[in-house]
């Protein structure tokens, strides 16, 4: 099956630091990949949707210059949470979808716990 | 706009007690998908099904059922004589057909099933 990883597993950073977490697809190419937030027992919540070579789209409420992510490749994307804040500590998931088979499955990556101190 | 409910947010049995985790959708697509997910404590997400909104054959694979109703926009989600390692966090979660096909997820029903 396809598979997307996710490093780092685990951040601790303090306040005011960004903090870089990677995406990656490693057995398809993914033309599509989303990003989504999830709170201690909250439900997942979605970021931005991120297509290779073109600017992410973000959701509303969702702070661009806070939340900066870049598809550079069809294997690779990165979303860096700049001057990170407590607020910002959370569970950070990606998912990415394949472009060419027409598949409708996001295939999800294990999750990138953040803490900021 | 699209919306999921799972009205349930914990759920206790006792082993090998069946469980039903209800799922409600509100979408105004015609042509959509369903998707159940289950999330374990190590927070990774398992994919469990997907179905398109033409396609209201019930499915069943092993212990697991489900049961999409169109005529009343639920997709619940069935786990026959439940294990321990059906603890879990569930979700059901919905997508467009067309465009992006982004998840809306809803918020999750918590099962704990006790030996």
């Known amino acids: 099956g396809a598979v997307v990883s996710q490093h780092p597993s685990r951040v601790i950073c303090k306040s005011g630091t960004s903090v870089k977490i990677e995406c990656r697809s490693l057995d398809f190419q993914a033309t599509t990949m989303f990003w989504y937030r999830q709170f201690p027992k909250k439900s997942l919540m979605l970021m931005a949707t991120s297509n290779e070579g073109s600017k992410a789209t973000y959701e509303q409420g969702v702070e661009k210059d806070k939340f900066l992510i870049n598809h550079a490749s069809l294997t690779l994307s990165t979303l860096t949470v700049t001057s990170a804040h407590p607020e910002d500590s959370s569970f950070y998931i990606c998912?990415?979808?394949?472009?060419?088979?027409?598949?409708?499955?996001?295939?999800f990556g294990p999750g990138t716990r953040l803490t900021v101190l | 706009a699209q919306k999921v409910t799972q009205a349930q947010t914990e759920i206790s049995v006792v082993e090998k007690e069946d469980v039903t985790l209800d799922c409600v959708y509100e979408?105004?697509?015609?042509?959509?998908?369903l998707f159940w997910y289950k999330q374990p404590p190590s927070g990774e997400l398992v994919f469990l099904i997907r179905?398109?909104?033409?396609?209201?054959q019930n499915e069943i694979s092993g212990r697991y059922s489900w049961n999409f109703q169109k005529s009343t926009s639920s997709f619940n989600f069935t786990i026959t004589a439940s294990q321990v390692v059906d603890s879990a966090v569930y979700f059901c979660?919905?997508?467009?057909?067309?465009?992006?096909?982004?998840?809306?997820f809803g918020q999750g029903t918590r099962l704990t099933i006790n030996p």
């Open positions: 979660a919905l997508s467009e057909a067309r465009g992006a096909q982004k998840l809306v």
């Open positions: 979408t105004r697509d015609t042509t959509y998908y």
């Open positions: 998912s990415a979808r394949e472009g060419s088979s027409g598949r409708h499955e996001q295939f």
């Open positions: 179905r398109n909104s033409f396609d209201e």
